[in-house]
T-cell receptor
């Protein structure tokens, strides 16, 4: 079962621009994580934000979490062609065995 | 070593074959998982092992049989699969009991084609 909806489903931008992806979810969570996947390969963890946090930064990544709206956003600043990938949010609820439930994903294309 | 290694990378099997997917990690993680991912879709959880015990089975058909021989290894035994089972199979691991309190590390996956 999938938890989240992400929008947009696809995003195409020029190098140097910022990319914003949004994730909405339905049930309560303990944390929310963002992952990146290149061309059907394995997923790479980007950032984890806990339910009592509102914003987190890691390098060019900025993640926000609004538990009242059940939504999160991932901002990639100064994008590069190498950022081209699919990005997934994943929610965790410890009452569900702590399993990661992935959103539908956003396909990001950064053109040089 | 922060890698999760999956073998084989690609597998083509007939519907009457028996094959196994293998996954190995040496990070001391005590939770390991199998996910299935179809093209253009998110990963879907199949199984979770916590401290070598099966803790979650997401109602996966019995033609998929997981096995955790020790804390570093995870296998997925395949038997009598259907063409619709063709997908990317991902293994992941994380620290501690169950997943979710820390990041999960994913292998590169096995691309399975059932003919």
């Amino acid at each position: 079962s999938q938890q989240g909806e992400e929008d947009p489903q696809a995003l195409s931008i020029q190098e140097g621009e910022n990319a914003t992806m949004n994730c909405s979810y339905k049930t309560s969570i303990n944390n929310l994580q963002w992952y990146r996947q290149n061309s059907g390969r394995g997923l790479v963890h980007l950032i984890l934000i806990r339910s009592n946090e509102r914003e987190k930064h890691s390098g060019r990544l900025r993640v926000t979490l609004d538990t009242s709206k059940k939504s999160s956003s991932l901002l990639i600043t100064a994008s590069r062609a190498a950022d081209t990938a699919s990005y997934f949010c994943a929610t965790v609820n410890y009452n569900q065995g702590g399993k990661l439930i992935f959103g539908q994903g956003t396909e990001l294309s950064v053109k040089p | 070593d922060t890698e999760v290694t999956q073998t084989p990378k690609h597998l083509v099997m007939g519907m009457t074959n028996k094959k196994s997917l293998k996954c190995e990690q040496h990070m001391g993680h005590r939770a390991m998982y199998w996910y299935k991912q179809k093209a253009k879709k998110p990963p879907e959880l199949m199984f979770v092992y916590s401290y070598e015990k099966l803790s979650i089975n997401e109602s996966v058909p019995s033609r998929f049989s997981p096995e955790c021989p020790n804390s570093s290894l995870l296998n997925l035994h395949l038997h009598a699969l259907q063409p619709e089972d063709s997908a990317l199979y991902l293994c992941a691991s994380s620290q501690g009991r169950g997943q979710g309190n820390t990041e999960a590390f994913f292998g590169q996956g096995t691309r399975l084609t059932v003919v």
